[in-house]
């Protein structure tokens, strides 16, 4: 079975600056992927970035990127520039082996961005 | 695009009754997911179709829960005989294919509260 960790459970930063999310996970699976989702308070949660495990390159979407390590399941979020409208809760999620897509979720990281 | 709708977005019920959720998926969507997700927790999944076809189910899904998505449209979440330790929030996801890598769009989700 997987298992997602966030260690986090509030992280605050100042607009314009950068703040890293962190979150391990556990597999013995090959492949699959990683994602970062974000649900703004009384909002749907929607996919910020994802990674394949197989990709060495760490993805990168607009201010958010991630650094994955592999060999250690660890699978961190950048948010650069931090805007107000970044403050939400964030969810790292695993999908992977036989899972068909289904998603394994860590307990979020709840992010207040400050003016 | 409308985006994936539930109904009703909030119910109360007394311990003991029945009561059943509605999710819309965007359409053509073919993979339909539900989760459960309490206060401060991530998701966790619950059980997920393709098209008409319910694949998997969680254990956390017990005898009192059933799910259905006749003709491979929406979906309907029943839980008989309700507990207090039902109280939550049922989240509704859709995909367009099975692939790990797929997207899933998230509903706005259904909080339910037992008295």
């Known amino acids: 079975a997987q298992t997602v960790t966030q260690s986090q459970p509030e992280m605050s930063v100042q607009e314009a600056e950068t703040v890293t999310l962190s979150c391990t996970y556990d597999?013995?699976?090959?492949?699959?992927?990683l994602f970062w989702y974000k649900q703004p308070p009384s909002r749907q949660m929607i996919l910020v970035i994802r990674?394949?495990?197989?990709?060495?390159q760490n993805a990168t979407e607009n201010r958010f990127s991630v650094n994955f390590q592999k060999a250690a399941k660890s699978f961190s979020l950048k948010i650069s520039d931090s805007q107000l409208g970044d403050t939400a809760m964030y969810f790292c999620?695993?999908?992977?082996?036989?899972?068909?897509?289904?998603?394994?979720f860590g307990q979020g990281t709840i992010l207040t961005v400050h003016p | 695009d409308t985006g994936v709708s539930q109904n009703p977005r909030h119910k109360i019920t007394k311990r003991g009754q029945n009561v059943t959720f509605r999710c819309d998926p965007i359409?053509?969507?073919?993979?339909l997911y539900w989760y459960r997700q309490t206060l401060g927790q991530g998701p966790e999944f619950l059980t997920y179709f393709q098209n008409e076809a319910q694949l998997e189910k969680s254990r956390l899904l017990s005898d009192r829960f059933s799910a259905e998505r006749p003709k491979g449209s929406f979906s309907t979440l029943e839980i008989q005989r309700t507990e207090q330790g039902d109280s939550a929030m049922y989240l509704c996801?859709?995909?367009?294919?099975?692939?790990?890598?797929?997207?899933?769009?998230f509903g706005p989700g259904t909080r339910l509260l037992v008295l």
């Open positions: 999620a695993f999908a992977g082996g036989t899972s068909y897509g289904k998603l394994t």
């Open positions: 359409s053509e969507h073919n993979r």
């Open positions: 990674q394949e495990a197989y990709k060495q």
């Open positions: 597999t013995s699976e090959n492949n699959y992927y």
């Open positions: 996801a859709s995909s367009l294919g099975g692939g790990l890598q797929e997207t899933q769009y």
